[in-house]
């Protein structure tokens, strides 16, 4: 019976082991970034910021600034909702990526793998071994293996060991994975019943040599399991060398420690076994090891015929359990005062990074006291996570409240400064007229087009030279009006001999002049364009401004009742869930207060049964003590 | 007493917790409560998405927007401190990087370190990079870029990437439009 008991701890169905995929595989590859945006959404999701990520991917999406990612960025958004634990969200985004045909197959292998995980974690497992079948085996190496394990853990879940076994026998993976693929084998065939094959290869797990905390932490878990198998099997020896390798430090040490004090009490080593089962009581009562280790003390006590220790040690077990049993009702009373959420949330904001580790080190109050253990049960820590993220959403709303305030001060400051604004602006705008400044450009064009086809040399005079040519052309009009007279002839000459020197000037700078007034046109063209551009754009913004702040508005008018009613929401449910949590607390303190209780009876039981045969034996002063 | 001893020893050995419990288990039936968190929780990224894209049409609207992205590849002659962006001469970033968002860099990350407005025309920017470079060195360099600012959103990126034959790091400066 203790046989199967044993087998059925150490072995039962949830003992499949798994690593935690973005903590333990690092440098997974580099994305080459084709969308700045999705860049953005990476840099969030890289540092486990999945809310934010999800927010920016949405919204991004939405903003048709992700078309480059399409695929991947999908691929993405159904990763982020499953990592929040929107399964349904999740399912959808893959099923509909399967569905399009025009899906590549890396992508659709991705969405297969992901989809699978979902099912897989929604329990219908069936669903999820089609679709990590499904995949045609372009998936990357560490999803791969990962999606291997899936579908071997899928088949243990289902007790189909045969076929978990054949999954992974002379399956080769990466270096963790392969380890958890090892240990679930060998958990698997020790299922089946080809204990020795089991044991060796969570032997070959138990001595890994490694840095990497999951796998030691892995070794640990492997060792305590073969431990405990030799130790229901009769073979001490052998259970003492695997649980020695079991850290001192680590979650699993309290187990080995008392199967380390079985192993040698086994081997009738009842003095060795006192060293593991004294370690233990210095520490939590809760841990089941611990207790235990409060009636295997006395009992080895007895064995080696030390009636006086073993009596003083029961003694102080009862004394231990009722301490411990009065301190579960100070907590209970605590948790029901709803001190025990504030204890929980302030032990994460001290720890942040590996919060759950460090809380062995929270306060010992009575609404802090057993954090940790309640932190050990899967139900209490699921409806932690759920109470954690209504506290982030309840702020996250609260901080949008205040946004939203100030949004509509905007708006309507805005509007106000636009009122008050526009009648100068349109008077300034009248007096630019961009029309009349483009038509007088078109003119200086053509005109120089035109001088510059016929070579209109006093087309491009300076005013200087224009008042030369001007008085020249007043000097030839006077010499007109006297034809043959001789008398003119001295200033004819001299008039032809300016003309000819201003002449002979204006063509040496022909071809300065012309490079410059073209030019000088380019820059006017310029300047026109600017002009006209600000123009449209002032006009634009003048006849659009009203109607785009009328807009966002309405967007803001509109949004702020469903940040309310959310807020309302999110309230309801954090109070339910923090009731909910208190209950669960409850009812493992309240669980673990009884067990301490039968304790208690069965040390009284014990010490009751010393006495009655010490007072059996009483007149013989050399009885030996008692046979357990 | 051997039977009391080695029943709780059982029951201790049946209440062990399973080895591997951190694996990952399969959720269990959920219960309303865990539903109504769900739909909560997709309601609010729902909205968040809805008043991400208000803050940005209400603050920085296309018209005026730009936003600067620093982005880096391998890295490995250059170890980033830190970034500062100025633009026409006004300082309007000045980032320092954790570890992690070294680590989310180097992995495709980018991150955006500046959304601002510009009025249309040309604008100066300027990033000054700080940090170390090969042989533990202290480096500071800059880079810039003028950019034309017309009537739709501009983005800038500032790449870090490694000059593999000269074994340096290079900075370059980039108008996405």
């Given amino acids: 019976m203790l046989r199967k008991l044993l087998i059925f701890a150490t072995l039962t169905q949830g003992a499949f082991a798994a690593p935690v995929v973005e903590e333990a595989v690092p440098g997974l590859p580099a994305v080459k970034v084709q969308d700045l945006h999705y860049g953005d959404v990476l840099f969030h999701f890289y540092q486990h910021d999945h809310f934010d990520a999800l927010v920016r991917l949405a919204a991004y999406r939405d903003q048709g600034r992700l078309a480059a990612h399409a695929r991947d960025s999908e691929l993405l958004r159904g990763g982020l909702y499953l990592s929040l634990g929107q399964h349904r969200e999740a399912q959808q985004i893959f099923e509909r990526m399967l569905a399009d045909p025009s899906t590549p197959p890396p992508v659709r292998d991705k969405a297969w793998f992901y989809l699978g995980k979902v099912l897989y974690a929604a329990g219908l497992f069936e669903e999820s071994e089609r679709a990590l079948r499904s995949s045609s085996g372009t998936l990357p190496a560490e999803l791969d293996a990962e999606r291997q394990l899936l579908l071997a853990q899928g088949l243990m879940y289902r007790q189909r060991y045969d076929q978990a076994i054949a999954e992974l026998e002379g399956w080769q993976g990466p270096r963790l994975w392969l380890a958890y693929g090892q240990f679930n084998l060998g958990v698997a065939l020790v299922r089946v019943g080809q204990k020795e094959r089991g044991l060796a290869l969570l032997d070959s797990v138990g001595q890994i040599v490694t840095e990497w905390p999951e796998l030691i932490a892995l070794r640990d878990k492997a060792n305590l399991a073969i431990g405990y198998a030799h130790l229901q099997a009769g073979e001490p020896a052998a259970a003492r060398a695997a649980l020695d390798r079991v850290r001192l430090s680590g979650p699993q040490s309290s187990k080995a420690l008392l199967g380390a004090g079985w192993a040698d009490a086994a081997a009738k080593q009842y003095e060795a076994a006192l060293l593991p089962w004294q370690e233990l009581q210095g520490r939590d009562l809760l841990d089941a090891a611990v207790q235990e280790s409060y009636l295997a003390v006395p009992y080895a006590y007895a064995e080696l015929g030390a009636m006086a220790q073993a009596v003083d040690y029961y003694e102080k077990a009862i004394a231990e359990y009722d301490t411990e049993r009065s301190r579960i009702g100070e907590s209970i009373g605590a948790i029901r005062s709803g001190r025990l959420l504030a204890a929980a949330l302030q032990a994460e904001r001290d720890g942040r990074e590996g919060w759950f580790g460090q809380l062995a080190d929270v306060p010992d109050s009575p609404e802090s006291r057993y954090l940790y253990h309640l932190l050990a049960g899967h139900e209490f820590q699921e409806g932690l996570k759920n109470y954690r993220a209504l506290e982030a959403m309840s702020k996250n709303l609260s901080d949008w409240s205040d946004s939203l305030g100030a949004f509509t001060d905007m708006v309507e400051t805005r509007q106000q400064a636009f009122r008050m604004r526009l009648p100068a602006a349109d008077a300034r705008l009248a007096t630019v007229d961009v029309a009349t400044i483009n038509g007088r450009r078109d003119e200086l064009h053509a005109r120089l087009e035109a001088a510059l086809a016929e070579r209109d040399l006093e087309a491009l005079a300076t005013e200087e030279e224009r008042g030369l040519l001007d008085t020249l052309a007043g000097v030839d009009a006077e010499l007109a009006r006297h034809p043959g007279d001789a008398a003119y002839e001295d200033a004819r000459e001299k008039a032809r001999l300016a003309r000819g020197v201003l002449l002979w000037k204006l063509d040496s700078a022909w071809k300065v002049r012309s490079w410059q007034a073209n030019r000088a046109l380019r820059d006017l063209n310029a300047a026109v364009y600017d002009a006209r551009t600000r123009e449209t754009a002032s006009s634009r913004a003048r006849e659009g401004a009203p109607e785009r702040n009328a807009a966002l508005g309405v967007r803001v008018r509109n949004v702020s009742p469903r940040v309310v009613a959310l807020a309302v929401r999110v309230d309801a449910a954090k109070s339910a869930q923090g009731h909910h949590l208190a209950d669960i607390a409850i009812e493992e303190l309240e669980a673990q207060r009884q067990r301490l209780d039968e304790y208690s009876v069965q040390a009284r039981y014990a010490l009751a049964t010393i006495y009655d045969r010490a007072t059996a034996d009483a007149p013989s002063a050399t009885s030996r003590g008692t046979t357990p | ?177």
């Fill in chain 2, 1 to 177: 007493m051997r039977y009391f001893l080695l029943s709780t020893f059982a029951a201790v050995a049946a209440s062990m917790p399973a080895v591997a419990q951190d694996a990952a288990e399969p959720a269990a039936e959920r219960s309303a409560l865990d539903a109504e968190v769900q739909a909560l929780r997709r309601d609010v990224v729902d909205l968040n998405r809805d008043l991400f894209m208000l803050e940005e049409d209400l603050l920085f609207p296309a018209s005026t927007q730009i936003a600067v992205f620093v982005s880096m590849d391998i890295g490995t002659f250059f170890a980033l401190d830190s970034v500062q962006v100025k633009v026409d001469d006004k300082e309007v970033a000045n980032y320092l990087y954790t570890e992690r968002e070294l680590e989310a860099l180097k992995r495709g990350g980018v991150h955006r370190i500046w959304l601002g407005n510009l009025k249309a025309g040309e604008h100066e920017v300027v990033a000054f990079f700080t940090g170390q470079g090969t042989h533990e060195r202290d480096y500071r360099r800059g880079a810039t870029l003028t950019v034309e600012k017309g009537v739709g959103a501009k983005y800038v990126e500032l790449r870090i990437s490694d000059r593999v034959r000269k074994l340096q790091p290079e900075f370059v400066v980039r108008v996405w439009e």
